[in-house]
T-cell receptor, first 112, second 111 residues
Framework: GENVEQHPSTLSVQEGDSAVIKCTYSDSASNYFPWYKQELGKGPQLIID?????GEKKDQRIAVTLNKTAKHFSLHITETQPEDSAVYFCAAISGGSYIPTFGRGTSLIVHP | DAGITQSPRYKITETGRQVTLMCHQTWSHSYMFWYRQDLGHGLRLIYYSAAADITDKGEVPDGYVVSRSKTENFPLTLESATRSQTSVYFC??????????FGSGTRLTVV
């Protein structure tokens, strides 16, 4: 089955800095890669996603890149703000499945 | 209101009691899921369902039972609660095209 590794587990940055979270996956059949943000006391919320026919996708301050050859994808947050502090999860879904495999999560802390 | 709702938000129960966590979605999504979230373990899949009356075990199904008699509801039952089942439980639904929406969670404490 699919295996998703996520790094780092904790990331601490100063406000205004960029943050990068990386995930690797094992199943070459995976073709959909969503990212979720989970704020304290809330459920994970989809913030951006990318499909395997696209190499990069941006939405304001966040972007996701995908390298299918190397089987890794990354979340980039620019100009971080304190409200970006949360736990971020990556996931991968195979074309033959509807069940995502989640990474273990990254706790992002943005210091004012 | 449209969306996915879980109830209750918080629950304290005693060891050995049966407890049911409710999940309701208004999108008529085919797929529904139950996860538990514990420190150090991320999100672990308990059970999932592809449609009404179709359910299957996930990664950690022991001690849990699910049913799906209607598309919009997917209750999770702990038949005889144990302290190890103290956790935050999330329900999620998907239309099958990748979009995946989580509920707000139920924090369950078994004493």
């Amino acid at each position: 089955g699919e295996n998703v590794e996520q790094h780092p587990s904790t990331l601490s940055v100063q406000e205004g800095d960029s943050a990068v979270i990386k995930c690797t996956y094992s199943d070459s059949a995976s073709n959909y890669f969503p990212w979720y943000k989970q704020e304290l006391g809330k459920g994970p919320q989809l913030i951006i996603d990318i499909r395997s026919n696209v190499g990069e996708k941006k939405d304001q301050r966040i972007a996701v890149t995908l390298n299918k050859t190397a089987k890794h994808f990354s979340l980039h947050i620019t100009e971080t703000q304190p409200e970006d502090s949360a736990v971020y999860f990556c996931a991968a879904i195979s074309g033959g499945s509807y069940i995502p495999t989640f990474g273990r999560g990254t706790s992002l802390i943005v210091h004012p | 209101d449209a969306g996915i709702t879980q109830s209750p938000r918080y629950k304290i129960t005693e060891t050995g009691r049966q407890v049911t966590l409710m999940c309701h979605q208004t999108w008529s999504h085919s797929y529904m899921f139950w996860y538990r979230q514990d420190l150090g373990h991320g999100l672990r899949l308990i059970y999932y369902s592809a449609a009404a009356d179709i359910t299957d075990k996930g990664e950690v199904p022991d001690g849990y039972v699910v049913s799906r008699s209607k598309t919009e509801n997917f209750p999770l039952t702990l038949e005889s609660a144990t302290r190890s089942q103290t956790s935050v439980y999330f329900c999620a639904s998907s239309g099958g095209l990748g979009g995946y929406t989580f509920g707000s969670g139920t924090r369950l404490t078994v004493v």
